[in-house]
């Protein structure tokens, strides 16, 4: 407020010096006096509003320097956030890539088995996808029972399904369990899966299971199609009874955030023994 009333002052006083210069411009010989006094009193005034006035136009000068600062920044901080917006997508985007890549690889590897591809649409609470459902069903040829696959190999095993959802229950559930014929029996354990590994037992002594061995789905599963890749076995030790061996499993799949699979069409057969 004072700044303005300051000025207010100060153009009143212009008008008023320059109102006593055009009256002392006369050349009349009786104004001479009133023409030195006006000298007097003009010179300090007009100094000190130039110096005000040089103020005032400084004072403008860095108010629009300033203001010319902010828009700029502004208009940064916008390029900034939109190429970072358009960062986070590129990011999305090759990650998708990735993972649809890796899906197609498992789609080749598996060429002997009819297949359609699913996005994860929902799941159980909880870290995992122990239980989860996809956006595919019975209009596109799935089945109660239908094997699932993702990330190198198996993931679990249809339990429901509609004409246009499914409901997947994964090989790490706790009531999950998935025969490799006379090998092993792959046991779901959610705490156990906490670790990275799910239990393995009932290996036969003739087997011959050892430390990083392939894992696969047998022909004698009476649910679980043969070929698919289960895990890698690990810390296999001999039972008490000394006829078979335990150990543990490690998933060639990662049920921390499943997104896309592969679901095969074909099932091996139908009955009450979903997840065998």
Known sequence: MESKYTRYLLIGLTVFCIALIGITSFSDGWLAPLR?????????????????????????????????????????????????E?????????????RLRELYNLDQEYLQY?????????????????????????????????????????????TDVGAHYATVRSIIDDSSRVSSGDTCIVAGDLTLYEEGRLRITNIQKDA?????????????????????????????????????????????????NLQEVLIITQVKETGDQVGQ
């Open 36 to 84: 030195t006094g006006v000298g007097y009193f003009l010179i300090p005034i007009q100094s000190g509003v130039n110096k005000v006035g040089i103020t005032i136009y400084d004072e403008l000068t860095d108010y629009a320097s300033l203001k010319s600062a902010l828009d700029e920044n502004k208009k940064l901080q916008e390029e900034v956030a939109q190429l970072t």
């Open 208 to 256: 011959d299971v050892k430390e990083g061995d392939r894992i696969v789905t047998s022909n004698i599963s009476s649910k679980f199609l043969p070929g698919i890749l289960i895990g890698y076995a690990s810390d296999i030790t001999l039972d008490s009874n000394q006829l078979t061996s335990s150990g543990y499993l490690v998933p060639v799949v990662s049920f921390r």
């Open 114 to 158: 009819e297949k359609t591809a699913a996005r994860v649409i929902a799941k159980d609470s909880g870290d995992w996808f122990q239980v989860f459902r996809v956006d595919k069903g019975s209009a596109d040829g799935v089945e109660v029972g239908s094997n699932v696959m993702a990330g190198g190999g198996l993931v679990g095993i249809v």
């Open 86 to 98: 358009e960062n986070n997508r590129l990011v999305s985007d090759q990650f998708e890539l990735r």
